[in-house]
């Protein structure tokens, strides 16, 4: 078992940034690959970025490449998500979420979720 507590989330401005933070707890956290998803009011949850279980891989959707960075301290168990150039259309509940070894993109796939943290932009 593997629980997640996503923070960091906030009121923010269009054109600032955030960082959303994922902690691990439980099973050994360095075996999972770790993504995250958001959902916007009225949409479906989606892929926004992942890394692998090394942390040598890292992927992201099209609408934050180049704003997006990933990563993670596996000494800390805990993901990050550094968002900048932030804007309106960001605005959604994001989710960390853990699956073993390797990235997809399907939400499906992926084991454990955290409860979410809601990212407002304001224009």
């Known amino acids: 078992q593997v629980q997640l507590v996503e923070s960091g989330g906030g009121l923010v401005q269009a054109g600032g940034s955030l960082r959303l933070s994922c902690a691990a707890s439980?099973?050994?956290?360095?075996?999972?690959?770790m993504g995250w998803f958001r959902q916007a009011p009225g949409k479906e949850r989606e892929f926004v970025a992942g890394?692998?279980?090394?942390?040598?891989?890292?992927y992201y959707a099209d609408s934050v490449k180049g704003r997006g960075t990933i990563s993670r301290d596996i000494a800390k168990n805990t993901v990050y998500l550094q968002m900048s150039s932030l804007k309106p259309e960001d605005t959604a509940v994001y989710y960390c979420?853990?699956?073993?070894?390797?990235?997809?993109?399907?939400?499906?796939?992926?084991?454990?979720w955290g409860q979410g943290t809601q990212v407002t932009v304001s224009s």
């Open positions: 890394i692998g279980w090394s942390g040598g891989s890292t």
């Open positions: 979420a853990a699956r073993k070894f390797f990235v997809v993109t399907s939400l499906n796939e992926y084991e454990y």
């Open positions: 439980g099973r050994t956290f360095s075996v999972y690959a």
